[in-house]
């Protein structure tokens, strides 16, 4: 079964919720609530959360938040997370290769939050190594059946004048969803489903976030 977002338009979206045993990838700019969707997917669903956090964006006080508000016990919320701090592109490398060792029945989802944030830091377009991160990621959606939210960035393509992924092939080879936050006025954001296994691509879903997480806003409201 997938694992529900706990917003109804966003698994109806995702025919479901978010897939076990694929990849997802979840992008958009700053502030459009992928580490809140990432944290969501993790607080209202049974099983351990593998969560690598390379920004720094991962809060305890906020799942804390979240879970309270929800009626959820805070501290069970905290200790379902297992939290890894990358501080480089190295220590990257080996925290994802650890996970094999690591990930097991007891995991329902894998986050890598975001992917490419040290190597857009440092400079790098070594995407091959991002590949071979992926690569791994891939192996462990599918030995054990988990999901895995993998959060992208964005840049500015001048050449078509929009925001795209970083890596944006590398990424767009290994994920099979693709998931693109917006932020809209009034605090208003849109899930846009660019690709998906079975679901029509295209599709769009109204959010805001709020104490709760990520909830609904019915029809653009």
């Known amino acids: 079964m997938p694992l529900t977002t706990g917003v109804k338009g966003l698994d109806e979206l995702l025919g479901g919720g978010v897939g076990r045993g694929v990849l997802t990838q979840v992008y958009g700019p700053f502030a459009t609530g992928k580490t809140t969707l990432a944290m969501q997917v ?4 049974p099983g351990k959360v593998a969560y690598v956090d390379t920004e720094a964006g991962f809060s305890p006080e906020r799942l804390r938040q979240m879970a309270e508000t929800r009626g959820l016990d805070p501290d069970r919320a905290l200790e379902k997370f297992i939290i890894f701090e990358p501080m480089d592109l190295v220590e990257q490398r080996r925290i994802i290769g650890k996970l094999k060792s690591v990930v097991n029945e007891k995991f329902s989802l894998v986050v890598v939050d975001s992917i490419t944030a040290h190597y857009r830091a440092e400079g790098n377009k070594d995407y091959g190594e991002i590949a071979r991160q992926l690569q791994v990621l891939q192996w462990l959606a599918r030995k054990v059946n988990v999901a895995v939210i993998v959060v992208n960035q964005v840049y500015f393509d001048s050449n078509s004048g ?3 992924p970083i890596a944006e092939h590398t990424l767009g080879y290994k994920t099979k969803d693709i998931l693109r936050l917006e ?5 208003l954001r849109i899930a846009v489903l660019e690709r998906h296994r079975f679901r029509p691509e295209g599709g769009v879903v109204y959010f805001r976030i709020t104490d709760r997480g990520i909830e609904d806003a019915k029809g653009g409201e």
């Open 162 to 164: 929009n925001l795209r």
């Open 42 to 45: 993790g607080l209202l669903n």
């Open 183 to 187: 932020r809209l006025r009034g605090g």
